[in-house]
């Protein structure tokens, strides 16, 4: 039996892995098309998954409208933003960034959900982790080798992704508790696909020749792994354990990316970078508490 500790070992690494993979990806083909390759796997994945399993579809029009909503606000919006992201900073800011959805989460919950007080801890992570992001930003910290200090695009578009995912997070809570939420999440995969397909070819025909097997590897390693398995193993993680785990990989996360992507992609750890993680985990920490 995998004990807990492993669980977040293994989340942490197939989602960080993935950021690296995706900006990988990116290098051979336009971001809106890889977007809409790796939803496509992803949704293919889940599909094979809802028919092995033979779960029950919901019959209520709302709750379909309700996985839509969902769908677009964190299946969708979010990971084109963060793919775009992924042409201006590296693959360990954008999961910086991507750490700090459990803590708008836990922010918008409170007076969403009339969860608990926002306490004088809260508020500290709230300030810590605020401030970490304001440092990346004010810094141009961007993990890449580039004279682009003042280009803050990547910084955001990562923000506002996770702003976009946190909202859906909390909607979710709200309006999809009830709902089997391995159904939930194949029908958020499936609506980010429809939003993602639009976009596919913006901006002209794709050189499907010029992409290499390891363009495509990316496509399926990133859906396989970082849509696919990485869900299934946070949702089995809540299941098994409870709500507050499902933070802790994002302790995780900017480890592995920012190995990997040092070691693949040639990023930058930086000391400015290092600062700005280490402000935003420790308030991801106090928040989570």
Known sequence: MINKVALILIAGIFLGSSVVINRLGIA???????????LSVAAFAFAVTLLILRRALPTSRKIWIDIAIVGITNAGIPLIFFTLALQFISSAVLTIFIALIPLFTALLGRYWLQQEN???????????????????????????????ALDLRGQLLAFAGAIIGSISAVYTRKQLQNV??????????????????????????????????????AVVYTGMIGSFLGFL?????????????????????????????????????????????????????????
Do not use: C, H
């Not at 051979?28 to 790796?38: N, T």
């Open 118 to 148: 926002l306490t004088r801890v809260k508020l500290l992570g709230l300030l810590l982790a605020l401030g970490g992001v304001l440092f990346l930003i004010f810094t141009g910290t961007s993990g890449l080798n580039i004279s682009a």
């Open 28 to 38: 051979e083909m336009p971001p809106l098309f890889f977007v809409f390759a790796r």
């Open 233 to 289: 193993f946070l949702f089995w993680m809540i299941k098994r354990y409870g709500a507050t785990i499902a933070v802790l990989p994002s302790y995780v996360m900017p480890i592995v990316a920012a190995a990997l992507g040092s070691i693949l992609l040639g990023e930058l750890i930086t000391p400015s970078l290092i600062v700005g993680a280490a402000l935003v985990l420790a308030g991801v920490f106090f928040v989570s508490r």
């Open 180 to 217: 089997d939420v391995i159904v939930v999440t194949a029908g958020q995969f499936f609506a980010g696909l429809v939003i993602a397909a639009p976009f596919a070819f913006f901006g002209g025909a794709i050189n499907f020749a010029a992409i290499t097997a390891r363009g495509w590897f």
